[in-house]
């Protein structure tokens, strides 16, 4: 079983940067690939950013490539996501997400979620 806490979310405003974690309870978080998605309010749970298990390869949507980092810390079983250039359509609750398998854009691909942490960018 995994665990995953998010942090880091808060109030912004347009053009901020934020930094959130996501900090996982296994030992073998190396083996695990993790992505980051959001749900604003009214809408579906969307991609943002993955990244492999060695950290070499990332992925990221559209709307946040140039403006978001994926990263991650093996050593420290944490997974980053450095927002840049803030908008307020990046809005949203921002949830971390592991699999042991899937490198993916797809929600259906990770296995393992976190709680959330709400991202707020006001105008």
């Known amino acids: 079983q995994v665990q995953l806490v998010e942090s880091g979310g808060g109030l912004v405003q347009a053009g901020g940067s934020l930094r959130l974690s996501c900090a996982a309870s296994?030992?073998?978080?190396?083996?695990?690939?993790m992505a980051w998605f959001r749900q604003a309010p009214g809408k579906e749970r969307e991609f943002v950013a993955a990244?492999?298990?060695?950290?070499?390869?990332?992925l990221y949507a559209d709307s946040v490539k140039g403006r978001f980092t994926i990263s991650r810390d093996n050593a420290k079983n944490t997974v980053y996501l450095q927002m840049n250039s803030l908008k307020p359509e990046d809005t949203a609750v921002y949830y971390c997400?592991?699999?042991?398998?899937?490198?993916?854009?797809?929600?259906?691909?990770?296995?393992?979620w976190g709680q959330g942490t709400q991202v707020t960018v006001s105008s």
């Open positions: 997400a592991a699999d042991l398998r899937y490198y993916s854009t797809s929600p259906r691909d990770y296995e393992y």
């Open positions: 296994v030992r073998t978080f190396s083996t695990y690939r």
């Open positions: 990244i492999s298990w060695s950290g070499s390869n990332t």
